[in-house]
């Protein structure tokens, strides 16, 4: 009988790593989320002023120069 108890409080001992590493990977799996949110804002942040100031240039007629234009190497 003693074999099985020792078995049976291993088993529970395991069970409660493991429900504890669960929640300290859910829990990092939720900062993950919210740090991908605010790269996702940002993006969008910066996609929409690029626009703003391509369409900038191509209003007031700005021809790109040499130094816009990538090397050869690239």
Known sequence: MKQYEKRLIGLETQLAFQDDLIEQL???????????????????LMAQRFKEIQQANEQQGDQPTAADEKPPHY
């Open 26 to 44: 859910n829990q990092q799996v939720i900062l993950q989320q919210r740090d991908i949110l605010v790269l996702q804002e940002q993006l969008q």
